[in-house]
């Protein structure tokens, strides 16, 4: 062997010890993509801002195919189920996939129920993270404390649909229909009722119960939640969580109590977080002692992954 063949090979071998090896993490690729829904007052972004902060990045980088559609922040569950729906369709045109994988947060919950229930052959899954699925007492007081069709009650709405407007411009979303207390009427205890009446897949035969994994519908359906309203001495959604929260009695998460929350799987309904925390809000902050809310998403697409979804 030459010098110069000697010299060549003596290169290559250096360079393949300190080169690192190509590595492609694809713990998160499910089968079908993972299509997050926002909740009350929700978004897909503003101004660069995700409403799952950071979630959506962390699911990407694992190699999951990730989707945030845009549906009207402040309507009835029946009218976001709808335009959920025209959005499924539209993601399976898009990627060819058969089904998608559900993951809806607080409202979000109950709307993407409502797709499995009407076109459960589109859907591989469904999880509801602080989800309304028994109603919240948050939004019985604010019913129960505005007389319909009174001058406070037609304030209130209207100051509140300003808002979701205003927050539906600066997310690029306009033109979606807006109505804030046929909104709150969804989230009361007998408004959810009046919905499982109708859509009562993965939700448990009493209140605080459980449910199948797989419905009757072959969709499967999980759940998560916290169960704390201070969490971080950073945090800005600590107040006003521990203010609301004090109209719930038992274990909650701020806005729903943990009961509400479970539906089918319960994964656990008693996270150190509370109702913005579950999809890592505010900014990530979240409890120091608790595990990182983007690593819950992760670890339940692993999950999915593993039952093939």
């Known amino acids: 062997m030459t010098l110069r063949s000697i010299l060549f090979v003596g290169l290559v071998t250096i360079t393949a010890l300190i080169t690192p090896p190509a590595y492609s993490n694809t713990d998160s690729q499910t089968q079908y993509p993972i299509v997050l829904v926002h909740g009350l007052f929700g978004f897909d972004d503003i101004l660069g801002i995700d409403y799952f902060y950071g979630i959506p990045q962390a699911l990407t980088e694992e190699g999951a195919t990730v989707f945030v559609p845009a549906v009207s922040a402040a309507n009835t569950t029946e009218v976001r189920g709808e335009q959920l729906l025209n959005e499924v369709e539209r993601i399976l045109a898009l990627t060819g996939a058969k089904k998608v994988n559900l993951i809806g947060h607080s409202h979000g919950g109950p ?42 009650e037609s304030s209130i709405s209207d100051a509140a649909n300003a808002l979701v407007n205003l927050m539906e411009i600066l997310s690029g979303n306009q033109g979606l229909p807006t109505d804030s207390i046929a909104a709150t009427e969804s989230l009361t ?3 959810t009722l009046a919905f499982n009446a109708k859509y009562p897949e993965g939700v448990p035969s009493q209140y605080c119960g459980t449910a199948p994994m797989v419905a009757d519908n072959g969709v499967y359906y999980f759940s998560w ?41 319960v994964i656990n309904d008693h996270y150190r977080m509370n109702h913005l925390d579950e999809v890592n809000q505010a900014f990530g902050l979240h409890h120091l002692w608790e595990t990182d809310p983007k690593q819950v998403f992760l670890e339940h697409a692993h999950r999915l992954k593993s039952l093939g979804l």
């Not at 076109?119 to 699925?133: D, E, K, Q, Y």
């Not at 309203?229 to 943990?258: C, E, F, Q, R, Y």
């Open 111 to 152: 709307t993407v129920r409502y797709v499995a229930s009407v076109a459960p052959h589109l859907v591989a899954s469904i999880t509801s993270v602080g989800g309304v699925n028994w109603g919240t007492e948050v939004a019985d007081a604010m019913r129960g404390k505005l007389e319909p069709g009174s001058l406070p």
């Open 189 to 191: 205890t007998v408004g």
């Open 225 to 265: 939640s916290g169960s704390r309203k201070i969490t971080n001495v950073l945090d800005p959604s600590d107040a006003p969580m521990k203010l609301t929260g004090l109209i719930i009695p038992g274990d909650s998460d701020g806005l729903v109590s943990s009961c509400s929350s479970r539906l089918g799987y």
